[in-house]
């Protein structure tokens, strides 16, 4: 065992413990944080790794979310079924959304992905459907019930949202010694060198789009169940705005960093609500302090350094 | 067909100030690669500083050309230090760093921007005085035309034909073309790089205040988180158009501004943004560099 890992480990068991010294306020930004962590890993998936600038991710968060909520309060079904629906029509919708634009170069996929965003905050504003609850969103999300037992305290919700950060970052460590996370790491250097070895970044870059919606998704329900209510402001551009800045704060395709980058932009404006009006400017400073001093963010991933599942045999 | 004719006056208005905006966000791109997010807090922030300049220096004497004119100019000349400010403190640092972290270090100075406003000017709406333009109305067969918006018109008008001319016609407009296309060659040839990117700020900065003004007298309320949404049209004009290309900035915004004042007109104000982002989806799955934009392969 690694160093690193050794460390990973070390954190994962303190943040395995912290439900029994918190208190009930900070247990619920303990779990707040974990679900936004997922979706920070989820974008890393499509910004860090897969290289695509993508502004929109808050839409995929709340479709999980959305169909969670709706599913349960309008049709009835359990939490528990909801699950599949939550995780499979975000990553639908990102397959179809994404399929006619995933060509666009850098920038102007960036506001593409900004007006996917918009798009689906007006479709719940208006309610187009009649279903959505318009702007005021949707109230009474049911508890997940589960072998005659109802998963409603914040300790419960803390361990459920623990688990799927674990999920997660099993995903995220077998994406990197698979054939595809070996084409993103190769695409994200250079597009157009991978596509001339007959990787085709088309289809990779959809599927990253593909994980990362699902993943978001997942994290939306949960997100969902914890408040036991959405709207659509908890989805907008500037929460996508957040998730994007979260990856880069911290260093893209760089799982402490990723986390590092969740506390930095999350937790830490929770612990500074005191300063209430100010935050948000010394946050923006503190963004542009970040860039400037750590242009690769907080904890990179060293970049020119040959994976070791590359150098195998080499040595 | 009157309601159409009307929706093409007002549409043509908004347009006109979208184009203004967006060709603060096109230069600065054309130039640095970057999108400038905080072009549009920029805007907000002039409406601001000329409705403070207006009531301070000009409230009791009442409104005469001199007074307007001295709120344009010095409201501009501040947001362009402003502007000038910003590009030396957040971007010169990160001109080498990866384009993404220039990307942040923009959404932070948005964010700046825009709570420094909240904490000067307050967290409500201000309603910018009706009394800058006299309120004359021209009515021809029931299209109604402001004295504000033909002023609106007429000012933009000329100052874009004046930003065509000043760049396709001096010298300096030439260096500007030179850095845009190379900077590194632009540097060979004798041009103060730092230089160009300052006089990029500058007149973008100042077109933007032009806008912000206009926005504050032709809307009359202000708030502190109007950038965002005006930005955001304003850029998405510019892509429209063809980002990097000034004739393409202007076309964009007035033909963003025609758009969304026909969609209010005949569908719903509701869905204004909704068929914004399908027409930037659909111009740019078929044209995917906008429409007046080059067609440039990427360097390899």
């Given at each position: 065992m690694t160093k690193t890992n050794m460390i990973a480990l070390g954190v994962l068991v303190v943040m395995g413990f912290i439900p029994f010294f918190a208190d009930s306020a900070w247990l619920a930004?303990?779990?707040?944080?974990?679900?936004?962590?997922?979706?920070?890993?989820?974008?890393?998936?499509?910004?860090?790794?897969?290289?695509?600038?993508?502004?929109?991710?808050?839409?995929?968060?709340?479709?999980?979310?959305?169909?969670?909520?709706?599913?349960?309060?309008?049709?009835?079904?359990?939490?528990?079924?909801?699950?599949?629906?939550?995780?499979i029509i975000p990553m639908v919708v990102a397959l179809i959304t994404i399929s006619p634009i995933i060509h666009l170069r850098g920038d102007y996929l960036l506001v593409a992905t900004i007006g996917l965003n918009i798009i689906f905050i007006q479709v719940l504003e208006n309610d187009l459907f009649g279903i959505t609850g318009g702007p005021n969103g949707i109230f009474g999300i049911d508890v997940v019930r589960a072998f005659g037992y109802e998963f409603m305290s914040q300790t419960n919700m803390y361990y459920m949202a623990f688990i799927l950060l674990g999920i997660t970052l099993f995903i995220m460590k077998t994406l990197d010694s698979s054939k595809f996370g070996r084409a993103m790491f190769y695409i994200n250097k250079d597009d157009i060198a991978a596509q001339s070895m007959g990787i085709n970044v088309r289809y990779y870059k959809l599927y990253a789009f593909a994980i990362g919606a699902g993943l978001a998704g997942a994290a939306g329900s949960m997100f969902a169940v914890q408040y036991s209510a959405v709207s659509p402001e908890a989805f907008n551009v500037l929460q996508s705005i957040m998730f994007f800045t979260i990856v880069l704060v911290g260093g893209s395709a760089s799982l402490p960093?990723?986390?590092?980058?969740?506390?930095?932009?999350?937790?830490?404006?929770?612990?500074?609500?005191?300063?209430?009006?100010?935050?948000?400017?010394?946050?923006?400073?503190?963004?542009?302090?970040t860039m400037i001093l750590r242009p690769r963010g907080i904890w990179p991933v060293k970049f020119g350094d040959i994976p070791s599942f590359l150098k195998k045999g080499t040595k | 067909m009157d309601i159409f004719l009307q929706q093409l006056v007002n549409g043509l208005t908004i347009g006109s100030l979208y184009a203004l905006v967006a060709l603060g966000y096109t230069m600065v791109y054309g130039v640095m690669k970057l999108i400038n997010f905080a072009h549009g807090d920029l805007v907000a922030l002039s409406s601001f500083?000329?409705?403070?300049?207006?009531?301070n220096m000009f409230a009791d004497g009442g409104t005469s050309i001199v007074a307007v004119i001295t709120v344009f100019m010095f409201t501009a000349a501040i947001i362009a230090v402003v502007g000038v400010l910003l590009e030396r403190l957040a971007y010169r640092p990160l001109r080498t760093a990866p384009r993404l972290s220039a990307v942040v270090s923009a959404l932070g100075a948005g964010l700046v921007i825009q709570n420094s406003i909240m904490l000067i000017w307050g967290p409500n709406m201000k309603i910018f005085p009706s009394d800058l333009f006299?309120?004359?109305?021209?009515?021809?067969?029931?299209?109604?035309?402001?004295?504000t918006q033909v002023m609106i018109l007429g000012t933009s008008s000329i100052l874009m034909i004046a930003l065509y001319l000043f760049i396709n016609r001096t010298k300096m407009g030439t260096a500007i073309r030179a850095v845009a296309i190379d900077q590194d060659a632009a540097k060979l040839m004798g041009i103060?790089?730092?230089?160009?990117?300052?006089?990029?700020?500058?007149?973008?900065?100042?077109?933007?205040?032009?806008?912000?003004?206009?926005?504050?007298?032709?809307?009359?309320?202000?708030?502190?988180?109007?950038?965002?949404?005006?930005g955001l049209s304003a850029f998405v004009a510019a892509i429209i158009g063809g980002i990097g290309n000034i004739p393409g900035a202007m076309f964009g915004g007035l033909m963003l501004g025609l758009f969304n004042a026909l969609i209010s007109g005949y569908i719903s104000s509701a869905w204004a943004e909704t068929f914004t982002f399908m027409l930037l989806i659909i111009v740019l799955i078929f044209r995917p560099t906008g429409i007046l934009g080059e067609k440039t392969a990427e360097k390899v």
């Open positions: 930004v303990g779990t707040t944080f974990l679900v936004y962590s997922v979706v920070a890993f989820s974008q890393d998936i499509i910004l860090g790794r897969a290289g695509a600038f993508h502004m929109g991710h808050a839409a995929f968060f709340g479709l999980g979310a959305y169909a969670t909520a709706i599913l349960n309060t309008q049709y009835g079904w359990p939490i528990l079924a909801t699950w599949a629906p939550a995780v960093g990723v986390l590092l980058g969740t506390i930095v932009m999350f937790v830490l404006p929770e612990v500074f609500r005191e300063f209430a009006e100010a935050r948000y400017l010394v946050f923006g400073l503190a963004m542009i302090l | 500083v000329g409705l403070t300049v207006y009531t006299p309120s004359t109305i021209w009515d021809i067969n029931g299209v109604v035309i402001t004295f103060n790089v730092n230089k160009i990117v300052m006089i990029i700020f500058v007149i973008g900065s100042a077109l933007g205040a032009v806008a912000g003004l206009f926005i504050g007298i032709y809307y009359r309320g202000i708030t502190f988180d109007m950038g965002w949404t005006y």
